[in-house]
């Protein structure tokens, strides 16, 4: 079955810059989402359709989609920016969604 | 504003029923696809169901189907679901959200998503 790939952690000092990596065979065939989750809350949707950004989400939070990587982007990184993402698709033959297994961005 | 709570968790032994509920306010509820995301304690997000607007179309990952039930009332503003056979990989916060399509063709995400609701399931 369709795996989506995501590095367990990703570490970022204040102010620089997060790149959250979701991988995949033929993921540039599917459109890739986004959400944060911080700890005891439900997630929210930062990105959707690869790199659109809902309203009330900071200008800070991007994507993008090559080949088969799609990568979040956070800039200006801050504290409260602390917390597990994942990536998420939609597989419309199979007709099921997939996650990717987490990343927990952890701000030093 | 638009909020989705769900509700009826709780501590159940293996091969034991629950019924979940998710409630809709704030929104038009008929007028969109929803779902129920699960996960357990400690792990990732898992998917576990889709139901169209009107219920003729409905998807489950393999891990539930043929276990759990989903289903809504429109006009109550209610999504559930019916969980029957209940094994200890269950345990999870089952969340109900709403679902949007995306740009393309079959490209399907979650904008709005309930506190969720805890499942044990624990002899």
């Known amino acids: 079955s369709y795996v989506l790939t995501q590095p367990p952690s990703v570490s970022v000092a204040p102010g620089q810059t997060a790149r959250i990596i979701c991988g995949g065979n033929?993921?540039?065939?599917?459109?890739v989402h986004w959400y944060q989750q911080k700890p005891g809350q439900a997630p929210i949707l930062v990105v959707h359709?690869?790199?659109d950004r809902p309203s009330g989400i900071p200008e800070r939070f991007s994507g993008s989609h090559s080949g088969n990587t799609a990568t979040l982007i956070i800039s200006r990184v801050e504290a409260g920016d602390e917390a597990d993402y994942y990536c998420?698709?939609?597989?419309?033959?199979?007709?099921?969604?997939?996650f990717g297994g987490g990343t927990k961005l952890t701000v030093l | 504003e638009e909020r989705l709570v769900e509700s009826g968790g709780g501590l159940v032994q293996p091969g034991a029923s629950l019924r979940l509920s998710c409630a809709a306010s704030?929104?038009?509820?008929?007028?969109?696809?929803m779902t129920w995301v699960r996960q357990a304690p400690g792990k990732g997000l898992e998917w576990s169901s889709y139901?169209?607007?009107?219920?003729?179309?409905?998807f489950y990952a393999d891990s539930v189907q043929g276990r759990f039930t989903v289903a809504r009332d429109n006009a109550k503003n209610s999504l559930f679901l019916l969980m029957n056979s209940l094994r200890v990989d269950d345990t999870a916060i089952y969340y109900c959200?709403?679902?949007?399509?995306?740009?393309?063709?079959?490209?399907?995400?979650?904008?709005?998503w309930g506190r969720g609701t805890l499942v044990t399931v624990s002899s």
């Open positions: 359709d690869d790199s």
């Open positions: 704030g929104f038009t509820f008929k007028n969109y696809i």
């Open positions: 033929n993921i540039g065939s599917y459109t």
């Open positions: 998420q698709v939609w597989d419309g033959v199979g007709n099921h969604c997939l």
């Open positions: 139901i169209s607007i009107s219920s003729s179309t409905i």
């Open positions: 959200a709403r679902m949007r399509s995306g740009h393309s063709i079959s490209s399907y995400y979650f904008d709005l």
